[in-house]
């Protein structure tokens, strides 16, 4: 059993490392994330495949939350934006099943993608949140992560104009 952050238990889960066995429940949750929700702005739905080659080339950077067996949800991340500018910078995505939310797995999901970050001598993690996802800002925020931008009507689902509101975290002081 993993601890969160805080000390508590979560759920009883385990947080490891992301294996291609779990692209089909991966691709799940973020497929579902994509079809019901406003909290991506995407509508291109990932495959199996797609989620074994993401988990190939990020390994160290991807890591799911399970239970019994289960995938309850994951966290990844990789670079920013192009260029070398941005190569000590990356943006991250968190999904977790309903029966998740609120349990500690969204925690230590993320307190291990930010010790992950760090160690690889990433300095700035960001998180691109959809206006529609209020409770991700709440989230973050109790993270350490600090709004720093608010991109007003830059999305657009199910037909309606979105803000993006970017959040980011400084991973080491150098």
């Known amino acids: 059993m993993t601890q969160a952050a805080d000390g508590s238990a979560p759920m009883g889960g385990a947080i490891r490392p992301a294996e291609p066995r779990d692209a089909v429940a991966v ?5 579902g994330m994509i079809r019901d929700s406003l909290s991506t702005f995407t509508t291109d739905e990932k495959t199996p495949q797609d989620i074994t080659a993401l988990i190939a080339t990020r390994a160290g950077a991807f890591w799911v939350a ?31 099943s309903d029966v998740a939310q609120g349990q500690g797995l969204g925690r230590g999901l993320m307190t291990r993608a930010v010790e992950a970050a760090a160690a690889q001598s990433h300095h700035v993690m960001v ?4 206006s529609a996802n209020p409770g991700a800002v709440t989230f973050h925020e109790k993270l350490g992560f600090a709004q720093v931008g608010r991109m007003p009507e830059v999305g657009r689902k199910h037909g309606q104009w979105l803000d993006l509101i970017l959040m980011q975290k400084t991973l080491s002081a150098s």
Do not use: C, M, Q
């Open 27 to 31: 691709a799940d949750l973020w497929n």
């Open 127 to 130: 998180a691109a949140i959809s």
């Open 66 to 96: 399970e239970d019994a067996g289960k995938v309850l949800g994951f966290v990844t991340y990789g670079s920013f934006r192009g260029g070398p500018g941005y190569g000590a910078t990356v943006e991250h995505s968190i999904v977790l």
